[in-house]
């Protein structure tokens, strides 16, 4: 039953449920009124009829020769009971044959046979009768006796064919009209529903198009303003930003692709060139332009792989990594880059600072911000630790140009390159910063570019080693 | 035969410049679109090879600027964005070949020769006749910069007709180039479809750009009526 339910349509199952009740409701209705207003005057006429046999004993009291004085079984020669509104009363004896009875009455033969007559007497139980050409009757019995003192029985009866025939017509007509209605209320439950739905049915159309790979990724949205409306806004918002995040990972494959295939298309080129025309050609030249290409495939290749591992493997918990000590870590990296035409310092203010991060990665982030410093400063470039309370805090400052403030932002989304830096022997492919962001935020920490006026302030912020100790304690 | 190459991969440029010089071509080097751009310019080329993603001025601004200003010389885009919309641009806006990265030297210098071979013809993407335009790759009909918009076959008919303009096309030719050669039905649907057109393109606008010349044919006149 409930697996069934479940297999309806919405649509059935609203039209179920609010059909279903009020047909109980019109059928118990119907049903009461037939029943009970048919109940009611059966009781009415029921009263009426034993009224009468109490009457007609006092009838006979007053009358007793009139009344029982001709022996049983002779024919014409026995009194009639008064009739009273087309309302017959009959004596039968002891073996329930008629003795006597009203005028109407006698036309009829007995109402009852002698067993029915018996339970009419003794037990009060009421009879309908069918008379034929009088039609159904209520007929009631009680006991009495002749002048003799035998036993008799005086039944008395109620025409109620009109009575019964309006409750049976008003049966039929509910039992006809009553399915009617029903139908009727269904339909019109069935017609609305399907209209209510209607925006429901438009967003299926909708995603199902969609899902056949439609160009306008979006549904169509309900004019009036409920809660379908509303759906239909928000699973818009979704495929919006589903759509951005495809979008995003096909111009970074996009970039990725153009980004590997112009160093290999240099190296493909400039190789193919020499073969082809190998007079006068220097061979010695063209291997360390050759080699220029490959160490720049080989950085875009290390980069990739690093974004690819970010993105692939979940961060670290708590305990599981460090702690990087800052120090000697921003030494060894400053001591790498610190050659020619720019001096690499390092300033460490706390020689303690500690970060929850793994020391590879932290080596990899300051070293992607420190070859960003040197490519940029004019004469130097100072790698500074500190700790704040909570955090470790890396800083690499400048003396370059500097970058404006509303490309702040974007210098840490992938490939991103600046114009005036797209010179691509020096320079990355651009993920050396989004590499940098994304590494910090596993550790959910931060990075922020400032001005130094002049220059540039790149500053990380780690969790603290230290601080999670004295949490611990 | 003077060729212009436009990269900002100055080992690969000067590889290429390298080869094609052996080739005996005389090459000449712009690292930038802006450079570019002023070379095409001024240099008259017999061909220009165009990378896409360039600085200052990308590939695809610099075919255009250059089509714009009236020079034809073939232009072979090289580029290493390899998606079917990033061709697809590069040849709407007027390249005449397009060859992804990293690309066979030999192919690229066969692929020079034939575009040599082609001439610097002018081809323009945007067909013209006065102020009537139709762009055949956005399908998009202006007159005096009002849009028109046109059924398939109209689109068609008003191609064939630009694309001859100034010239009396006979209908048997319309038929064949805008129908089917096999077509079987009345030629005079030809009538019946410039007739259309006409209430498309030169009524609303007060024009004639479409003639009938009796006995002959149709002609688009060159100016746009």
Not at chain 1, 94 to 121: H, K
Not at chain 1, 135 to 142: A, D, I, K, N, S
Not at chain 1, 172 to 179: A, D, E, F, R, T
Not at chain 2, 168 to 174: A, D, H, N, R, Y
Request: hydrophobic fraction near 45%; charged fraction near 25%.
């Amino acid at each position: 039953m409930r697996r069934w339910w479940r297999h309806r349509s919405l649509r059935a199952r609203l039209m179920l449920v609010t059909v279903l009740p009020l047909a109980a409701v019109i059928a118990l209705i119907g049903f009461v009124t037939v029943d009970a207003t048919g109940r009611a005057t059966l009781a009415a006429a029921e009263q009426t009829a034993r009224e009468r046999v109490r009457g007609d004993i006092k009838i006979a009291t007053r009358a007793p020769n009139m009344a029982f004085r001709t022996a049983p079984g002779v024919p014409g020669t026995a009194p009639t009971l008064p009739d009273v509104f087309g309302q017959p009363m009959q004596v039968l004896d002891a073996d329930g044959r008629l003795v006597t009875g009203s005028l109407s009455a006698q036309s009829l033969g007995a109402l009852l046979d002698p067993e029915e007559a018996r339970r009419a007497r003794d037990e009060g139980d009421v009879f309908i009768v069918e008379t034929g050409t009088a039609g159904r009757m209520l007929v009631v019995g009680r006991a009495a006796t002749d002048q003799n003192g035998r036993p008799l029985t005086l039944l008395s009866a109620v025409p109620v064919e009109d009575i019964l025939r309006s409750v049976e017509d008003r049966r039929n007509w509910m039992l006809i009209g009553g399915p009617v209605a029903v139908a009727l209320l269904a339909g019109t439950v069935w017609v609305a529903v399907g209209f209510a739905l209607r925006p429901v049915t438009a967003l299926r159309r909708g995603a199902q198009a969609i899902a056949d790979g439609a160009q306008r990724r979006r549904l169509p949205v309900a004019d009036a303003r409920d809660e379908i409306h509303d759906l239909a806004l928000t699973l818009n918002d979704m495929l919006d930003r589903l759509a951005a995040a495809s979008a995003r990972q096909r111009s970074f494959t996009a970039d990725a692709a153009h980004e590997l295939r112009s160093p290999l298309a240099s190296v493909r080129a400039q190789l193919e060139v020499a073969l082809a025309h190998p007079e006068g050609q220097d061979w010695s030249k063209t291997g360390r332009d050759v080699l220029v290409d490959v160490q720049r495939l080989t950085r875009l290749s290390e980069d990739l792989l690093a974004l690819a591992r970010l993105d692939a493997t979940s961060p670290a918990g708590p305990g599981e990594v460090g702690p990087a000590d800052l120090g000697p870590l921003a030494a060894t990296v400053a001591e790498r880059f610190d050659a020619a035409g720019v001096s690499v310092a390092v300033d460490v203010g706390d020689p303690e600072t500690r970060a929850v991060a793994s020391p590879d990665e932290v080596d990899r982030v300051l070293t992607n911000l420190v070859a960003n410093a040197v490519r940029h400063a004019a004469s130097r470039v100072v790698v500074g630790v500190r700790a704040e309370p909570g955090w470790a805090v890396l800083t690499v400052i400048d003396d370059g140009p500097g970058i404006p403030a509303e490309d702040r932002e974007r210098v840490f989304e992938r490939f991103t390159r600046l114009d005036d830096a797209r010179d691509q022997d020096a320079g990355g492919a651009g993920l050396g910063l989004a590499i940098v962001a994304e590494t910090v935020s596993r550790y959910r920490g931060r990075v922020a570019l400032a001005d130094a006026g002049p220059g540039l302030c790149a500053t990380v912020w780690l969790p603290s080693a230290a601080t999670r100790g004295h949490e611990a304690s | 035969m003077r060729v212009l190459v436009v990269d900002d991969e100055r080992r690969m440029a000067a590889a290429v410049r390298r080869g094609l010089e052996a080739e005996g071509f005389t090459v000449e080097l712009a690292f930038d679109g802006e450079d570019g751009l002023h070379r095409a310019r001024e240099g008259a080329f017999d061909a220009i090879v165009l990378d896409i993603m360039l600085p200052k001025v990308n590939g695809y601004e610099v075919c255009k600027r250059l089509r714009a200003a009236g020079i034809w010389a073939p232009i072979l885009m090289l580029s290493a964005k390899d998606g079917e919309y990033d061709q697809a641009d590069g040849l709407d806006l007027g390249a005449d070949d397009y060859l992804t990265k990293p690309f066979s030297y030999v192919v690229l210098v066969a692929r020079l020769r034939a575009l040599l071979r082609r001439g610097a013809a002018p081809r323009p993407a945007v067909l013209e006749a006065g102020d009537l335009r139709l762009d055949p790759a956005q399908r998009e009909v202006t007159r005096a910069g009002t849009s028109v918009s046109l059924t398939p076959r109209e689109f068609a008919l008003l191609e064939f007709l630009l694309r001859r303009r100034g010239e009396v096309v006979s209908k048997t030719e319309i038929l064949r180039h805008v129908w089917d050669a096999h077509y079987e039905g009345d030629p005079n649907v030809v009538e019946v479809y410039v007739g259309y057109l006409r209430r498309k393109i030169d009524v609303p606008f007060g024009r004639a750009a479409v003639q009938m010349v009796r006995g002959a044919g149709y002609r688009l006149a060159a100016d746009g009526g």
